[in-house]
């Protein structure tokens, strides 16, 4: 299925936490998937930081439909077309690119663009984006940041990434207009390419549990 942005936000806001991925073979998106899933987290964002995020896009439509894909650090329309050919559901890029953003609306794919300052909000607005990533999160100001930029932007949906850890991100996701949080230290390059996916899928679960408790 093709999903549209508002049916991103519903399911984002539904799992509350993205993991955000970085791998460097392709093969190990399957078990990790499959890890994901099974404990709660049906959705990834592979980011096309390596050569091998094409693949592992590929692989996960191919073999866990149900997972929502994210591709991750999209930084020109090139990547944006293989994504999208590999079967990505949405684009999510670490700053805001009108050429980017009007590229993914002109072939129908949902993107989600990073900002940190209103600037870039309003650069975002301008293009009809509602949906934005705040990036790098904590080093951006973090919540009190997010705070201050929705007194004026209050119909901001929000997915911090950068810093987020389970010490902090309840206090992210307290925010009514924060959708989910985009976080790696459960997912860790060091533990995906060491298969370690027993002790990936018990960090999922205190994951879950932990922004469950958080409505």
């Known amino acids: 299925m093709r999903y549209t942005t508002e049916q991103i936000v519903e399911k984002l806001r539904e799992l ?5 991925i970085a791998l460097d073979n392709a093969a190990n998106i399957l078990p990790l998937a499959k890890t994901l899933s099974e404990n709660g987290l049906p959705v990834v964002e592979i980011t096309f930081r390596s050569a091998a995020a094409e693949e592992a896009i590929k692989l996960v439509k191919a073999n866990y439909p149900e997972v929502l894909i994210a591709a991750g650090t999209v930084l020109t329309k090139e990547q944006v077309l293989t994504a999208k050919n590999a079967g990505a559901d949405c684009i999510v890029t670490p700053g805001f690119n009108p050429n980017i953003v009007q590229y993914c609306q002109e072939l129908g794919l949902p993107i989600t663009p ?3 300052n209103p600037m870039a909000i309003e650069a975002a607005l301008e293009l ?15 919540v009190k940041m997010i705070k201050a930029l929705l007194g004026p932007y209050g119909n901001l949906q ?7 850890s389970p010490t902090n991100i309840k206090d992210y996701l307290a925010i009514p207009n924060v959708v989910a949080c985009g976080g790696s230290w459960f997912v860790e390059k060091s533990l995906i390419k ?10 999922v679960r205190e994951v879950v549990e932990l922004v469950k408790s958080e409505k």
């Open 16 to 20: 509350k936490v993205v993991p955000v």
């Open 194 to 203: 060491e298969q370690k996916w027993e002790e990936i899928g018990e960090m």
């Open 114 to 116: 990073g900002v940190n």
């Open 128 to 142: 009809g984006i509602q949906a934005v990533k705040f990036f790098p999160a904590e080093a951006s100001g973090g």
């Open 158 to 164: 929000i997915m911090p990434t950068g810093g987020i």
